[in-house]
T-cell receptor
Framework: EPEVTQTPSHQVTQMGQEVILRCVPISNHLYFYWYRQILGQKVEFLVSFYNNEISEKSEIFDDQFSVERPDGSNFTLKIRSTKLEDSAMYFC????????????FGPGTRLTVT | QKEVEQNSGPLSVPEGAIASLNCTYSDRGSQSFFWYRQYSGKSPELIMSIYSNGDKEDGRFTAQLNKASQYVSLLIRDSQPSDSATYLCAVNDPGNTGKLIFGQGTTLQVKP
C-alpha cells in the first residue's frame, strides 16, 4: 500500500540554523500539506500546496517558512532561521484531490531546536 | 476562530465494550469529517471519513454525522487493548484548500 514517507525522522539543530524537512507524497496524489504538532498539543495546519503553488497558509507559516516541490516526487518544508518554539513534530500529508479529501500522513519528523 | 472540540478523556472501557467518542465543530460550512487514530509518538492514521448525515460503518468502526447539530461521533465495537490510542477528529475548512482543523483528541484506554 502506498505511503507518505518523510526524512529525517529526527533532526536536531541550533537556534538560527536552517533546516529542510523532506517528504515523498503518495505518487498519484496532487495535493500536499504540512502540519505540525507541538508536544501535547493539537495537530496544526501549516500550508497546503497544489499545482506548484501555495493554496493556503496559516498564521504560523510566516516568512521563515517556505515549501517547494523541487522535482516530481519530493515536497520540502524549509525553516530559514529556526527558533526554540519551532520544536515540534512536522507531518507531511497528501490527498488525491480536493473532492477526495482524505489526507494520508507520513510518519513525521521530530524537530528539536536547541 | 473555527473550532473542533473533543473531550480529552481519558475514556476507559473494558475489553469487548463499545467505545463512544464525540466531536463538535463550529463552522457550518464544513463538509468533510475524519477520524484519525494516533498512537503515542506516531503520526495520525486515517480510520474513517464521513461526508453526509447518518451512519457509516467500516468493520468495528461506525462514524455518525449530524450536520444540524454540528456533531460527529465514532463508535468502536468490541474494543480491544490495541485500540488504546488518541482519537483525533478533523474537519475540513470550507475554504476549499484542503485545510483540516483538528480537535485536541480523546485518549481511549481499553482495559483487558
Amino acid at each position: 500500500e502506498p505511503e507518505v514517507t518523510q526524512t529525517p525522522s529526527h533532526q536536531v539543530t541550533q537556534m538560527g540554523q536552517e533546516v529542510i524537512l523532506r517528504c515523498v507524497p503518495i505518487s498519484n496524489h496532487l495535493y500536499f500539506y504540512w502540519y505540525r504538532q507541538i508536544l501535547g498539543q493539537k495537530v496544526e495546519f501549516l500550508v497546503s500546496f497544489y499545482n506548484n503553488e501555495i493554496s493556503e497558509k496559516s498564521e504560523i507559516f510566516d516568512d521563515q517558512f517556505s515549501v517547494e516541490r523541487p522535482d516530481g516526487s519530493n515536497f520540502t518544508l524549509k525553516i530559514r532561521s529556526t527558533k526554540l518554539e519551532d520544536s515540534a513534530m512536522y507531518f507531511c500529508a497528501s490527498s488525491e484531490g480536493l473532492a477526495t479529501r482524505e489526507q494520508y500522513f507520513g510518519p513525521g519528523t521530530r524537530l528539536t531546536v536547541t | 476562530q473555527k473550532e473542533v472540540e473533543q473531550n480529552s478523556g481519558p475514556l476507559s472501557v473494558p475489553e469487548g465494550a463499545i467505545a463512544s467518542l464525540n466531536c463538535t465543530y463550529s463552522d457550518r460550512g464544513s463538509q468533510s469529517f475524519f477520524w484519525y487514530r494516533q498512537y503515542s509518538g506516531k503520526s495520525p492514521e486515517l480510520i474513517m471519513s464521513i461526508y453526509s448525515n447518518g451512519d457509516k460503518e467500516d468493520g468495528r468502526f461506525t462514524a455518525q454525522l449530524n450536520k444540524a447539530s454540528q456533531y460527529v461521533s465514532l463508535l468502536i465495537r468490541d474494543s480491544q487493548p490495541s485500540d488504546s490510542a488518541t482519537y483525533l477528529c478533523a474537519v475540513n475548512d470550507p475554504g476549499n484548500t484542503g485545510k483540516l482543523i483538528f480537535g485536541q483528541g480523546t485518549t481511549l484506554q481499553v482495559k483487558p
